[in-house]
């Protein structure tokens, strides 16, 4: 049997270096794995957990996916679909709320980081239920899609950590239903840092920030400009290190490494002749423009095809209902609930 592969990306802000890195192109590598059988969700709901303008919001769905596309994840091979179009994921995640403490959410890091900067925002920075909540949704698009693993980004573990212990509390309680889900984190750049700040993560949400992230969209002149203009260190040593000092270097070299696809060894070799920092980044803006360029040409020629956009959500969504729709119904029975005759 195939092993069943689920993975998400939210719809707010245009996807960053880190989340191509960390998820999106290993996505793309996993379909051509005859083992696997892979799902790529939209979440748009999870995007509704802080504020969104309706608009845009609808626009950045389009634009995800036609980003899906443009990245080279194939509808023919994957299955590609928008997560407010199918009512499983919405509906299981109420149903998973019903066995999940709410202590075991306040524990989740990225609710206590998002709630407190929400909280510094004043009236303005209401935190929502939804925020809470966000993680048992994402245990509802895992769970009720049978999967058994989960390629994400570092910050994501705590929360496929959580989908495995909700998994494991429903099976307790109901009986053998869902599978425990394992969390994929990538050996290289499953954490790749601001490069203004290389002692934080690169986030969208700081991504309209001067020089924080490379977007995949920019322009070739636009990413090697935040590239030239990172910020390393006061020395002239091209090594992978954890030293906190040498951060800014050190995630240059591991977005290199991960593009060229080589070993730390080589990737230090490849620049054990350079002078100096401004060669390291040349080089490096260089590979990152290699990659995103064909990207950003294909995706300004996908992303005008509003018709067939629509046809690759419709059949995504039809193949996700027929896989979570039978789960559904399923843990409904299990929970006492009356199936409609
Ligand atoms: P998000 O931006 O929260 O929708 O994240 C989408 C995917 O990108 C998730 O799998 C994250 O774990 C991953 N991701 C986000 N930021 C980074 C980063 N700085 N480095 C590596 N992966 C990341
Ligand atoms: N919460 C994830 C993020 O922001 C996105 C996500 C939603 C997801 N549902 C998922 C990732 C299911 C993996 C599996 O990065």
Not at 37 to 58: F, G, M, S, W
Not at 161 to 179: D, Q, V
Not at 328 to 333: E, G, S, T, Y
Request: glycine residues 6%; charged residues 30%.
């Amino acid at each position: 049997m195939k092993r069943r592969v689920f993975s998400g990306i939210q719809p707010s802000e245009v996807i960053h270096i880190g989340n191509y890195i960390g998820a999106v192109k290993r996505w793309v590598a996993l379909q051509d794995d005859p083992a696997k059988d892979n799902i790529y969700c939209v979440v748009d709901l999870h995007a509704l957990t802080v504020k969104q303008d309706p608009e845009v919001l609808r626009e950045r769905t389009l634009e995800l996916l036609a980003l899906f596309l443009a990245v080279g994840l194939d509808p023919a091979k994957s299955t590609l679909f928008v997560q407010s179009h199918v009512s499983a994921n919405a509906e299981g995640a109420w149903l998973l709320n019903c066995v999940t403490p709410e202590s075991w959410l306040k524990k989740m890091t990225q609710y206590k980081d998002k709630s407190a900067k929400q909280a510094e925002r004043g009236r303005e920075g209401t935190v929502l239920t939804g925020l809470l909540d966000y993680p048992v949704l994402m245990a509802a698009d895992i769970l009720f899609y049978d999967t058994h693993e989960v390629p994400v980004g570092e910050d994501q573990k705590q929360h496929v950590e959580l989908a495995r212990n909700i998994a494991e509390r429903f099976n307790y309680h109901y009986g053998e239903t869902f599978i425990v889900p394992e969390p994929v984190i990538a050996k290289a750049g499953a954490r790749i840092m601001g490069l203004d700040d290389p002692t934080v993560k690169m986030s969208k949400s700081m991504a309209h920030v001067q020089g924080h992230a490379i977007r995949l969209l920019d322009e070739p002149k636009q990413i090697e400009r935040a590239i030239m203009r990172s910020k390393t260190d006061s020395g002239s040593e091209i090594r992978f290190s954890a030293d906190p000092a040498k951060a800014g270097v050190n995630n240059l070299l591991t977005i290199y490494q991960v593009l060229t696809g080589k070993t730390r060894d080589e990737v230090e070799q490849d620049f054990a002749s350079a002078r100096g920092y401004g060669d390291l980044k040349k080089r490096v803006a260089e590979v990152v423009i290699a990659e995103a360029e064909p990207v950003r040409k294909r995706f300004a020629e996908i992303a005008t095809d509003r018709g067939e956009l629509e046809r690759i959500m419709r059949i995504g969504a039809d193949k996700a209902r027929a896989i979570s729709e039978p789960r559904l119904a399923d843990v409904k029975r299990k929970m006492g609930l009356l199936l409609p005759m």
